[in-house]
């Protein structure tokens, strides 16, 4: 495998994302007023994973890894080259359950569906009540270590 470049999707290739969902991952649908950070190599996207902004925190949302470049860590090294982003607000994700261990080395926490802003709590409810397996998360800054 080729090193990806991992940065902020450029608005001229906006097109390429949702082609990229409708094609891997039907559910999922960038909006323009996203961030959309995304991971390529030399010829194509290979990932991507959106913040929507709402009311002062971000939600992390439609993580998406092609098929053929699963199983490689693309998603962790995704998580780090965004941290700057995760950082920049009170960050929130609903994992889906088997991906709980990929967020958690990612320094998201778990945490109760009534700890959500409500404003969450009614989009994951929405989300749940539809049948999907959902882990409500939070990322939470690691402490210093102190040596």
Do not use: W
């Given at each position: 495998m080729s090193k990806l470049s991992f940065h902020i999707l450029q608005p001229i290739r906006f097109p390429l994302i949702n082609r990229l969902y409708k094609s891997y991952y039907p559910a999922g649908k960038a909006k323009r007023d996203e961030t959309i950070w995304i991971g390529e190599d030399e010829s194509n996207i290979v990932c991507c994973v959106r913040f929507k902004?709402?009311?002062?925190?971000?939600?992390?949302?439609?993580?998406?890894?092609k098929p053929d470049f699963r199983g490689q860590g693309i998603s962790e090294q995704l998580l780090v080259a965004t941290i700057e982003q995760v950082?920049?607000?009170?960050?929130?994700?609903?994992?889906?359950?088997?991906?709980?261990?990929?967020?958690?080395?990612?320094?998201?926490?778990?945490?109760?569906?009534?700890?959500?802003?409500?404003?969450?709590?009614?989009?994951?409810?929405?989300?749940?009540?539809?049948g999907?397996?959902?882990?409500?998360?939070?990322?939470?800054?690691?402490?210093?270590?102190?040596?």
């Open positions: 902004a709402i009311e002062g925190i971000q939600l992390l949302t439609g993580m998406l890894v950082e920049e607000q009170p960050c929130y994700c609903f994992a889906f359950s088997h991906l709980v261990t990929l967020y958690q080395k990612a320094n998201f926490v778990v945490i109760n569906d009534d700890e959500l802003p409500h404003f969450l709590a009614s989009r994951f409810k929405r989300y749940s009540d539809s999907k397996s959902l882990v409500p998360m939070i990322y939470q800054k690691p402490a210093l270590s102190q040596n």
